[in-house]
T-cell receptor, first 118, second 111 residues
Framework: GAVVSQHPSWVICKSGTSVKIECRSL??????MFWYRQFPKQSLMLMAT?????????EQGVEKDKFLINHASLTLSTLTVTSAHPEDSSFYIC??????????????FGPGTRLTVL | AQRVTQPEKLLSVFKGAPVELKCNYS??????LFWYVQYSRQRLQLLLR??SRESIKGFTADLNKGETSFHLKKPFAQEEDSAMYYC?????????????FGQGTRLTINP
């Protein structure tokens, strides 16, 4: 099956610093990737759609200046949490759709990145 | 608006017993419904999708448009079925690949 990786798997940073999280599709190309946020014992909330070669599309209520997304290539999307604060602490997950049989774009998920802001 | 509701946060059944995880959705068009599973310390993975009408690991789910439901069922639960289960919806042309997830149900199979 298709593989999506994330780096780092966990990160601890001080309040006010910026953190970059990478999402890579290892064995397929993805013009679109998705970034989710998951709080403990809660569901995945879509934050934004990352589009290769163009601006990301953010969901309502997500600050685009705080969560910067760059989709520089067909296999890499990055999420940068700028001026992180403790309330940004969460589990961030990316996914990428891959065209499969019958033109069905199955989504493959990364393992997630746990961000802790002190 | 697209919405997925999983009314049960926790569900516990004994091994060998039938299990049903409920999922209801709200969507004005023709949705695609999915069940995703997350085993302990593993990433989220697709379990099954309604368009395939398949059975995976003994699980089945039927889309009931009248009741706007997509409940996941298995006649005889196994201990290895213990996991977090998410129902998800994908609909519309504009957000063609976006998934909306339910709150998730943690299934525990007791020996």
């Amino acid at each position: 099956g298709a593989v999506v990786s994330q780096h780092p798997s966990w990160v601890i940073c001080k309040s006010g610093t910026s953190v970059k999280i990478e999402c890579r599709s290892l064995d397929f190309q993805a013009t679109t990737m998705f970034w989710y946020r998951q709080f403990p014992k809660q569901s995945l909330m879509l934050m934004a759609t990352s589009n290769e070669g163009s601006k990301a599309t953010y969901e309502q209520g997500v600050e685009k200046d705080k969560f910067l997304i760059n989709h520089a290539s067909l296999t890499l999307s990055t999420l940068t949490v700028t001026s992180a604060h403790p309330e940004d602490s969460s589990f961030y997950i990316c996914s990428a759709p891959r065209a499969g049989a019958r033109s069905y774009n199955e989504q493959f998920f990364g393992p997630g990145t746990r961000l802790t802001v002190l | 608006a697209q919405r997925v509701t999983q009314p049960e946060k926790l569900l516990s059944v004994f091994k060998g017993a039938p299990v049903e995880l409920k999922c209801n959705y709200s969507y004005s068009g023709s949705p695609e419904l999915f069940w995703y599973v997350q085993y302990s310390r593993q990433r989220l993975q697709l379990l099954l999708r309604h368009i395939s009408r398949e059975s995976i690991k003994g699980f089945t789910a039927d889309l009931n448009k009248g009741e706007t439901s997509f409940h996941l069922k298995k006649p005889f639960a196994q201990e290895e079925d213990s996991a977090m289960y998410y129902c998800a919806l994908r609909g519309g042309v504009q957000g063609a690949q976006k998934l909306v997830f339910g709150q998730g149900t943690r299934l525990t199979i007791n020996p």
